[in-house]
């Protein structure tokens, strides 16, 4: 079945420092969304990609999808502690239902 | 706007005893999907539904699993008999269109002891 992997599981920053983590499909994907999980909390949607190479910017967050549209990219410059969380990409296969296909996500401390 | 409201947010249940969790999404959204998350895991998706059809049920267990989203009420997510392996956070999410962004309720934290 189709895929959607997030490595590592954990990354540990310190703050100020800039974070780059990657999302990688086994198929290509009509679209992909990136949510962010507090600690105890529920995730919240952050943003949509839909076209081949698109860029994205929110703040000190960029987001890019590649030009097969396997991948993805977040990007967050200058970390700060409210970063903190665990950021989950999802990928919607085309014809597949619209479900998405969650990866198990990268959670981000941040050292102060 | 009200957001995705879950209900109960924690539900202690005995092993064998029945769950339901109930989720009522945003306003104006027909698409509900429910996923279950497991500590330091991701969402593993169970099933999508569109009001009063279950479009996709592949992430769900054949047996004491099952999902209803009536056209009145809320979306319930039922588990029969429940066991210890279902412990976990089940959260909902609603969409107002297919393959959108999805805003996810708060969950459902279910222990069974």
């Known amino acids: 079945g189709q895929q959607v992997m997030q490595i590592p599981q954990y990354q540990h920053v310190q703050e100020g420092e800039d974070f780059t983590t990657y999302c990688n499909s086994s198929?290509?994907?009509?679209?992909i969304q990136w949510y962010k999980q507090r600690p105890g909390g529920h995730p919240v949607f952050l943003i949509q990609l839909v076209k081949s190479g698109e860029v994205k910017k929110q703040k000190r967050l960029t987001f890019q999808f590649g030009e097969a549209k396997k991948n993805s990219s977040l990007h967050i410059t200058a970390t700060q502690t409210t970063d903190v969380g665990t950021y989950f990409c999802?990928?919607?296969?085309?014809?597949?239902?619209?479900?998405?296909?969650f990866g198990k996500g990268i959670t981000l401390s941040v050292r102060p | 706007n009200a957001g995705v409201m879950q209900n109960p947010r924690h539900l202690v249940r005995r092993r064998g005893q029945e769950a339901r969790l109930r989720c009522s999404p945003m306003?104006?959204?027909?698409?509900v999907y429910w996923y279950r998350q497991l500590p330091e895991e991701g969402l593993k998706f169970m099933v999508y539904l569109q009001k009063e059809n279950i479009i996709d049920e592949s992430g769900m267990p054949k047996e004491r699993f099952s999902a209803e989203f009536p056209k009145e009420g809320p979306s319930i997510l039922r588990i029969q008999q429940v066991v210890r392996g279902d412990s976990a956070a089940y959260f909902c999410?609603?969409?107002?269109?297919?393959?959108?962004?999805?805003?996810f309720g708060p969950g459902t934290r279910l222990t069974v002891t």
């Open positions: 999410a609603s969409s107002p269109y297919a393959a959108g962004e999805q805003y």
């Open positions: 999802a990928g919607e296969v085309a014809g597949a239902n619209s479900k998405l296909t």
């Open positions: 306003k104006g959204h027909s698409h």
């Open positions: 198929t290509t994907l009509s679209n």
